[in-house]
């Protein structure tokens, strides 16, 4: 079945730094690809997303580009900020729109100052 | 833009006791809501799909007389945890589409039976 496999964490990184966590997935199909940030103690939130290959999701400085090729959909970030600490999940959804998600295990980021 | 919310955000109760959790959406109607499971540290996991007016659609697994799921309306689907018990204890989130077809989640409740 649909998987989505993410680098594990935690992902522990310096102000200003370079981010970049991956994620692959499996799919019968041609998949939506999402990333959702989970803060503390809070629910999802939709970080991005991309419906088709070499779509660029992007938003709040994040980045990811549906790579077929690949099966890759990976995050980055050029600067990150002590704010961006959270858990970010990779997700999939196959078929037509409105069908549920498959997640990653998710990634911890833990951005100090 | 749209808003999922979900109620309680915390409970603490008695094993044996059933717990009833809502999901509404707030300024947009939700022919399909999707329950999820997410054990501390690990990913979310799709537990049912609730369609309103029609019975929910359970994953692989999941007890469908354990949690019981009612969508009556389009703004409501309910997720009821019968006779919980410690390992019940977990974080259940709730997601609704809109009718841009985005997914939009509560959230969450973070459930813990003694």
């Known amino acids: 079945g649909d998987s989505v496999t993410q680098m594990e964490g935690p992902v522990t990184l310096s102000e200003e730094a370079f981010l970049t966590i991956n994620c692959t997935y499996t799919a019968t199909g041609y998949p939506s690809l999402f990333w959702y940030v989970q803060y503390p103690g809070e629910g999802l939130q939709l970080l991005l997303k991309a419906t088709k290959a070499d779509d660029k999701g992007s938003n709040k400085g994040f980045e990811a580009t549906y790579r077929k090729e690949t099966t890759s959909f990976h995050l980055e970030k050029g600067s990150v900020q002590v704010s961006d600490s959270a858990v970010y999940f990779c997700?999939?959804?196959?078929?037509?729109?409105?069908?549920?998600?498959?997640f990653g295990k998710g990634t911890t980021l833990s951005v100090s100052s | 833009g749209a808003v999922v919310s979900q109620h309680p955000s915390w409970v603490i109760c008695k094993s044996g006791t059933s717990v009833k959790i809502e999901c509404r959406s707030l300024d947009f109607q939700a022919t399909t809501m999707f329950w999820y499971r997410q054990f501390p540290k690990q990913s979310l996991m799709l537990m049912a799909t609730?369609?309103?007016?029609?019975?929910?659609?359970?994953e692989q697994g999941v007890e469908k007389d354990k949690f019981l799921i009612n969508h009556a309306s389009l703004t409501l689907s309910t997720l009821t945890v019968t006779s919980a018990h410690p390992e019940d204890s977990s974080f259940y989130i709730c997601?609704?589409?809109?009718?841009?077809?985005?997914?939009?989640f509560g959230d969450g409740t973070r459930l813990s039976i003694l």
């Open positions: 609730s369609n309103e007016g029609s019975k929910a659609t359970y």
């Open positions: 997601s609704a589409h809109d009718t841009a077809q985005s997914q939009h």
């Open positions: 997700a999939l959804s196959e078929g037509q729109a409105g069908t549920a998600l498959i």
